[in-house]
């Protein structure tokens, strides 16, 4: 199992301390051996200013040896460098913490520099100190005071490295405090500045470089936001939307396609809302669809049982490879930190699909064959069965047959008017978005915003 | 007047000299004089004639023909053949027998109209069908061609003795005025677009010629502009007498003014060529001396270039010090490659290995010693001293010459020789193993600028060694890179430290990725990935190529990379095809087919003939030039097979799952749906001879269910021994023709049946159960196949919904809206250039299908659209996250 264990591949990608919870997961699922584990997070804490929890580490590592010297100078060191920029910092959060100033200040940021420098004498170095102390704060482990001052830092600073940076940061210790909500609020700011930060820069000369970062940025997002999107409530939809979308779908196929593991999951969970739910974009209706798509191109690349078995399902349709692969699957998924408590959900929806796609090639089915590929005791099977025909559109065309112990499905075919409906609906909408399009291009010719809200007005009409 | 006497008495100091130099100048002087004397008219071609014939008389005989009167008189007679010749036609010829001067008189006049005719439509370049013909690189004008000659009989008239003739300073004159204005016109631009860009040039060099010559007769122009009239008088004054004192002709110098100009110090020189040649004694003392002349005698039209060959050779001989010794070899091996100064022809291989031999050497001193330095720039130094590292600054002896361009000499000459050598005989075999000591040269003088680091010659020279060996098997790199751990001097990256040839590639790309030159960084890549086609790693080579967006750019290239983008995306193609991708095999061999031009678009061979346009002779020697040699082509032969095969396998199931006409139309691949008509419509088949026969009868049989036929045609074509795993592509082949069948079958006879038992068609196709199982499900999903599996019986329900004639058109009709709006927004995401587009629902199809369209414009002559179908959805998605980001994907 420990083959297809992504721990080792993702962290690169992550902070330093976004490793933390990763390796903590790995010291519970017990793929390898507790103490190379451990000694990983020793190694990991050594590079914080988390000096206490790197002597705690030390300890369990090697109880019997002293606990090195540097330690406690650094722990000085670091309690120092902490009076000193909070002393620096707490001159600017006094000022702002005025409920005049805070009235005062407005949307214009340069504006408002000017004013808390008229009035409170307050420069661009000052400010920038709110953001050396939120980025101690944040190595020593204080992620909340961290996300406090990098956001007021961001709210005054004009620099844009400094803030993107302290998106980052803010990013960071929301993930690390758990606070998803604003997390999935910073994530999408997040990544409006790396897209954005493409178009300006792309059209200056140096497009190479800008470019190059700009995956990195895009790659080290995608990596990120997994924390967010596993764990947020709506989270697996909005990765579907997210991941999805060219230009990320681009980056995970040219630079991790691992991510596909958690799109394929996400997908196999977002099942149901795929089924049922008529407010999920289309592109999440037919992720799997996507997906599989996608599986099959990267397929030299990457491959793990959770691909595998959308690949077997939807490309091979070999049902009994894809139920091999779903054991299989399902310990991985088991194992992993992001998916470990989609577990449940992820095989009762996986094995929704294998009948759905079985119900939809097959006219009549054995029902013992079928429990037997759904990993399922014969009664069990049968009342999986019946609800599984209960809750989809299936009803009307299966029935099963306790005699025979078969479930015969008919099949009407799909008449001609209904495909013909289906192939010109939305065709009007779609034509008004393009008269709308056209009556905004010659005023806006490439306006991002405009081009970007066009296909969701669009999506919805269909 | 004194200007003529002086050069009268010029001529006269030449005459001591004039018996040595005649061996040399005579044939010189001529030479260069024919095609400038060849007149547009055939009214002066006759004397033009004469003319030169004479003029090679004329250097030896020069001031002596007064006692020399027998081939005056000669020539006396020719001329007056040619007189009565022109009676006829020349009304202002009273006399029957004129002199040579009243002739040379006329021939000025005539010359002046002919000037001025050109001049009234502009034409400063008017070149006649003759000369276009015979001297092609001579690029004269009428008008300049005209002029030279009216300045040298005029210079004759002048060497006579005899005043300008008034007509000749009133063309200067106005002529002077006309090119002037001309060149005024010029500058405002009007006439730029009258105006070719040959025109532009002679009417420039025409300037610079018409101002030389006023300034020759300054003074007689001078002297008519004050009083036109007495000038002539005084000319007719003069002309009386002459015109009887001359019974003979006037020998004179035909020699236009600057090149009379020159004569004196061109005899000197060539003074001293002969006595040096007779004196030349091969001595370290006087090497540069002789290198010297040497020099100063290269490029020099009635230079022996054998005979300087062989001066440089002894002097190699005897040189003692590293400073002389890469002086002569510099020396040595440029005059090598002069040897041979015709375009079409190669080098004599000989003289070619000894250049290759000379290069090494010359490779080998200055590796060895780093105090000498051969570079293009250098500061001016004495060609005549010996020059040590002591004495120079910095301790580095620092002399003029280009290692880099010795080396891309020899490996052009290289291929040249191979492009005209017959490829089926031994000599060529022969020649091809010339290749390693190439090879070597070229790692060597890689190492040398490695040590030296020069940057830009360094990149240029890994191309080269790049481009010898990225096409190449594994073999024969090995084989070419075994003699370099021999040798002394190695570059940093040979085979033996890199262990397999894709490493050495690999990091020899590397390298070129880095460099500022973008056209060797394209070139590069695409060695790379034709290196990656090449060893079956379809995917990395697919990836590459998309993600390096030459297609998108290649059409700017220059025809040498478009050509090598052609090779990559072929070889792309039969590397899909070998690795069993049938599908993007054939999609990216579909372009090159359609266009019906293989051969040429691979630089493999000139279609005979072209419909649109006959080339010109320029143009097909351009396109010779062009032409890979025989041993870096891919076969045609097996090209096509290859892509027919793989249409038939996506083709055949595809005609047999359409039913309805309008849709049949639509074929995916045009050229082997031609084929295929072509041989329905055939009331005999014979037995299968050509690879296209076997293709086509092979397809019939899997219309028709037979997959094992067609399995077995498929198979006996001779030309898969080509291909370098035969055997496992034949298996390959065979497994899929399989599939294909099935799915032809069930798409041909499902009409027909209710139930089909799925043992029964796994026997037939000889496929295991679950393997039927799996493609009649994928059928069933894809809704290609109305169809269902009944489990506990183990057969197929077939589904028939037989369409009413309405249905159909009402589908018919629905598609084509929804493609027409589809088209419409592909219209509006151009007109808005986002590259998101602004509506990224468009789907695969859609894009797919305007990308198709865009291509097809934007096709240049020579390239074609690329890898398209599957990948290409794929590569649009790459388009808009990386821009071009090669380096780094590896």
């Known amino acids: 199992m420990a083959d297809y264990d992504l721990s080792k591949t993702i962290i690169p990608y992550l902070d330093r301390h976004l490793a933390f919870p990763l390796l903590a997961h790995l010291v519970e699922t017990s793929l390898f051996p507790i103490e190379q584990v451990q000694a990983a997070q020793y190694e990991l804490a050594k590079g914080t200013n988390m000096v206490d929890y790197a002597v705690s580490l030390f300890e369990q590592l090697h109880p019997d040896e002293e606990i090195p010297e540097e330690f406690s100078g650094k722990r000085d060191k670091a309690v120092s460098t902490n009076e000193r920029l909070q002393l620096e910092a707490q001159a600017v959060l006094d000022v702002i913490e005025n409920p005049d100033v805070a009235q005062a200040l407005r949307q214009d940021k340069i504006q408002n520099l000017q004013y808390l420098k008229d009035n409170y004498n307050l420069t661009l170095e000052q400010i920038t100190a709110l953001y050396n102390f939120g980025q101690f704060q944040y190595t020593y482990g204080n992620y909340s005071g961290a996300a406090d001052y990098l956001y007021h830092f961001r709210v005054l600073s004009t620099d844009n490295d400094l803030n993107t940076s302290a998106h980052w940061g803010k990013l960071a210790s929301d993930i690390l405090t758990g606070k998803w909500e604003t997390a999935l609020e910073e994530l999408n700011t997040l990544r409006d500045v790396v897209d954005s930060r493409s178009t300006s820069t792309l059209l200056t000369a140096s497009t190479e470089p800008a470019a190059l970062t700009q995956l990195h940025s895009r790659t080290w997002l995608v990596h990120w936001s997994l924390f967010v999107y596993f764990n947020h409530p709506q989270g697996r939809t909005l990765l579907l939307e997210t991941f999805l979308s060219p230009t990320y779908l681009n980056t995970i196929q040219t630079s991790c396609p691992w991510i596909l593991r958690y799109m394929a999951t996400a997908a196999i969970l977002s099942r149901k809302s795929a089924a049922g739910g008529t407010a999920a974009s289309s592109r999440v209706r037919h992720s799997i669809r996507e997906i599989v798509k996608v599986i099959q191109t990267e397929e030299y690349q990457y491959q793990d049982p959770v691909t595998s078995f959308l690949k077997e399902l939807y490309i091979e349709f070999d049902f009994e490879a894809a139920q091999r692969e779903l054991t299989l699957a399902d310990r991985v998924v088991g194992d992993d930190f992001f998916l470990g408590e989609f577990r449940e959900e992820f095989l009762d929806n996986a094995r929704y699909l294998i009948s759905e796609a079985y119900c939809r090639i097959h006219q009549r089915i054995d029902i013992g064959d079928l429990s037997e590929r759904l990993n399922l005791s014969r009664d069990e099977g049968e009342k999986w069965i019946v609800n599984l025909i209960r809750e989809t559109r299936m009803g009307a065309e299966a029935k099963i047959d306790l005699e025979k112990n078969v479930i015969e499905i008919h099949r009407s075919p799909l008449p001609v008017y209904q495909s013909v409906i289906e192939k010109t609906r939305g065709l009007a909408f779609r034509t008004q978005a393009l008269g709308t399009g056209m009556l905004h291009s010659p005023q806006q010719p490439q306006q991002p915003q405009q081009t970007q809200s066009q296909p969701t007005v669009v999506e919805g009409a269909r | 007047m004194s200007r003529f006497f002086r050069q009268a008495g010029d001529s006269d100091s030449d005459s001591e000299d004039s018996n040595e130099e005649s061996l040399t100048s005579g044939d010189e002087d001529a030479a260069p004089q024919k095609p400038a004397a060849k007149p547009a008219m055939s009214r002066f071609l006759r004397t033009a004639g004469s003319d030169s014939s004479s003029d090679s008389d004329s250097s030896d005989e020069d001031e002596s023909e007064m006692s020399d009167e027998e081939p005056a008189q000669k020539k006396k007679s020719k001329f007056m053949r040619g007189d009565s010749d022109e009676e006829s036609e020349d009304e202002d010829v009273k006399r029957v027998v004129k002199s040579t001067k009243d002739k040379r008189l006329e021939e000025i006049e005539a010359t002046g109209n002919v000037m001025d005719n050109a001049l009234k439509i502009n034409d400063w370049v008017a070149i006649s069908n003759g000369q276009s013909h015979s001297f092609t690189h001579f690029a004269e004008t009428t008008v300049i061609l005209e002029f030279d000659k009216l300045l040298r009989l005029v210079q004759r008239q002048s060497n006579a003795a005899e005043p300008l003739p008034p007509f000749f300073i009133k063309t200067l004159i106005g002529f002077e005025e006309t090119v002037n204005a001309a060149l005024a016109r010029e500058k405002e631009k009007e006439a730029k677009k009258k105006m070719n860009a040959t025109n532009a040039r002679a009417l420039n060099s025409m300037k610079q010629k018409v101002r030389k010559a006023t300034k020759e007769f300054e003074k007689e122009v001078r002297q008519y502009q004050n009083d036109p009239e007495l000038f002539e008088r005084e000319f007719a004054s003069h002309a009386q007498p002459v015109d009887a004192v001359v019974p003979k002709p006037k020998k004179s110098k035909k020699v236009a003014e600057t090149e009379s100009d020159e004569e004196p110090i061109l005899d000197d020189r060539f003074t001293t060529v002969g006595k040096g040649g007779r004196a030349m004694s091969f001595s370290p003392d006087n090497i540069f001396k002789t290198l010297k002349l040497v020099h100063e005698a290269r490029g020099k039209k009635n230079t022996d270039r054998g005979e300087q060959i062989r001066i440089l050779e002894k002097l190699l001989e005897v040189a003692v010090t590293s400073y002389q010794r890469i002086r002569v070899l510099l020396a040595l091996v440029s005059s090598r490659f002069d040897y041979n100064s015709s375009i079409t022809s190669y080098m004599p291989i000989d003289l070619w290995l000894s250049a290759q031999r000379e290069v090494d050497q010359l490779i080998t001193i200055v590796v060895a010693d780093s105090s000498y330095a051969v570079q293009e720039n250098t500061e001016d130094y004495d060609e005549l001293i010996e020059r040590n590292p002591a004495t120079e600054r910095e301790g580095v002896v620092r002399i003029r010459g280009s290692i880099i361009s010795f080396v891309d000499r020899l490996d052009d000459e290289f291929t040249k020789s191979l492009q005209n050598i017959d490829p089926h005989g031994t000599e060529y075999v022969d020649r091809l193993k010339d290749e390693k000591v190439l090879y070597r040269t070229i790692c060597r003088s890689q190492a040398f600028y490695e040590q030296t680091s020069q940057p830009e010659p360094l990149a240029r020279v890994v191309m080269r060694r790049l481009e010898h060996i990225y096409s190449k098997p594994d073999a024969v790199v090995s084989a070419l890179e075994s003699s370099l751990t021999s040798s002394e001097i190695t570059p940093s990256v040979i085979l033996a430290s890199s262990t397999t040839t894709s490493s050495l590639i690999h990091s020899l790309c590397i390298h070129l990725y880095k460099v500022d030159n973008s056209l060797l960084r394209t070139r590069?890549?695409?060695?790379?990935?034709?290196?990656?086609?090449?060893?079956?790693?379809?995917?990395?080579?697919?990836?590459?190529?998309?993600?390096?967006?030459?297609?998108?750019?290649?059409?700017?290239?220059?025809?040498?990379?478009?050509?090598?983008?052609?090779?990559?995306?072929?070889?792309?193609?039969?590397?899909?095809?070998?690795?069993?991708?049938?599908?993007?095999?054939?999609?990216?061999?579909?372009?090159?087919?359609?266009?019906?031009?293989?051969?040429?678009?691979?630089?493999?061979?000139?279609?005979?003939?072209?419909?649109?346009?006959?080339?010109?002779?320029?143009?097909?020697?351009?396109?010779?030039?062009?032409?890979?040699?025989?041993?870096?082509?891919?076969?045609?032969?097996?090209?096509?097979?290859?892509?027919?095969?793989?249409?038939?396998?996506?083709?055949?199931?595809?005609?047999?799952?359409?039913?309805?006409?309008?849709?049949?139309?639509?074929?995916?691949?045009?050229?082997?749906?031609?084929?295929?008509?072509?041989?329905?419509?055939?009331?005999?088949?014979?037995?299968?001879?050509?690879?296209?026969?076997?293709?086509?009868?092979?397809?019939?049989?899997?219309?028709?269910?037979?997959?094992?036929?067609?399995?077995?045609?498929?198979?006996?074509?001779?030309?898969?021994?080509?291909?370098?795993?035969?055997?496992?592509?034949?298996?390959?082949?065979?497994?899929?023709?399989?599939?294909?069948?099935?799915?032809?079958?069930?798409?041909?006879?499902?009409?027909?049946?209710?139930?089909?038992?799925?043992?029964?068609?796994?026997?037939?196709?000889?496929?295991?159960?679950?393997?039927?199982?799996?493609?009649?499900?994928?059928?069933?999903?894809?809704?290609?196949?109305?169809?269902?599996?009944?489990?506990?019986?183990?057969?197929?329900?077939?589904?028939?919904?037989?369409?009413?004639?309405?249905?159909?058109?009402?589908?018919?009709?629905?598609?084509?809206?929804?493609?027409?709006?589809?088209?419409?927004?592909?219209?509006?995401?151009?007109?808005?250039?986002?590259?998101?587009?602004?509506?990224?629902?468009?789907?695969?199809?859609?894009?797919?299908?305007?990308?198709?369209?865009?291509?097809?414009?934007?096709?240049?002559?020579?390239?074609?659209?690329?890898?398209?179908?599957?990948?290409?959805?794929r590569g649009s998605r790459f388009a808009q996250g990386l821009g071009n980001q090669m380096t780094r994907v590896r």
Request: a positive charge.
């Open chain 2, 524 to 873: 590069a890549m695409l060695s790379h990935i034709y290196h990656h086609a090449l060893h079956n790693d379809f995917y990395t080579a697919r990836d590459m190529l998309l993600m390096s967006h030459l297609q998108e750019s290649i059409h700017s290239a220059d025809v040498a990379t478009q050509i090598l983008y052609n090779r990559t995306v072929v070889q792309l193609g039969l590397c899909a095809f070998r690795c069993g991708l049938i599908k993007e095999a054939q999609a990216t061999l579909q372009d090159i087919f359609t266009t019906q031009r293989v051969k040429e678009l691979l630089a493999q061979g000139v279609h005979p003939q072209r419909f649109q346009q006959q080339l010109t002779p320029e143009q097909e020697k351009a396109e010779r030039s062009r032409q890979l040699p025989f041993h870096m082509h891919i076969n045609t032969e097996l090209l096509e097979a290859a892509f027919l095969v793989s249409s038939m396998l996506v083709e055949v199931p595809l005609l047999a799952s359409i039913e309805s006409e309008e849709q049949k139309r639509k074929a995916i691949s045009k050229p082997f749906r031609r084929l295929l008509d072509f041989a329905d419509r055939q009331v005999f088949t014979g037995p299968p001879e050509s690879t296209r026969d076997h293709i086509m009868q092979a397809s019939k049989a899997l219309q028709d269910g037979e997959w094992e036929k067609c399995r077995d045609l498929i198979q006996s074509i001779k030309i898969w021994s080509l291909m370098p795993e035969a055997a496992s592509v034949k298996e390959m082949l065979a497994k899929r023709i399989q599939e294909q069948g099935l799915r032809t079958y069930l798409f041909t006879y499902a009409p027909y049946y209710s139930t089909l038992s799925l043992s029964l068609l796994s026997r037939t196709f000889s496929l295991p159960l679950r393997a039927v199982t799996s493609m009649i499900s994928k059928m069933i999903w894809n809704e290609e196949l109305s169809a269902s599996l009944d489990q506990s019986t183990g057969v197929v329900v077939l589904h028939r919904i037989e369409h009413s004639r309405p249905q159909q058109l009402a589908q018919v009709i629905a598609d084509k809206v929804s493609a027409l709006v589809e088209q419409n927004e592909k219209v509006l995401d151009i007109k808005l250039g986002g590259s998101g587009g602004w509506g990224d629902r468009g789907g695969d199809k859609g894009e797919k299908r305007g990308e198709q369209t865009q291509e097809r414009r934007g096709r240049g002559d020579r390239t074609r659209g690329s890898v398209r179908g599957g990948p290409r959805g």
